[in-house]
């Protein structure tokens, strides 16, 4: 997947960045290379699942895909 992310130069130093198709993705890092890092966690973080959350019956199908 792809995602459009909008970084920011912040007032105190540093940068932060926000992904705006992910509410509340947002993330902040003192330099740009470690901000990059910061946000793929980010992105990794908000649209991960937890599946203990979903009952998944015998006929159901769990599956997962690659946009």
Known sequence: MK?????????EGGYWAEVPSVP????QAETYEE???N????????????MSDF???DKDKLL???I
């Open 3 to 11: 995602f459009k992310v909008i970084v920011h130069e912040a007032e």
């Open 64 to 66: 997962e895909i690659v």
């Open 35 to 37: 901000l990059l890092v």
């Open 24 to 27: 509340g993705c947002v993330t």
């Open 39 to 50: 946000i793929k966690e980010a992105i990794e973080g908000c649209l991960s699942i937890d």
């Open 55 to 57: 009952e998944i019956k």
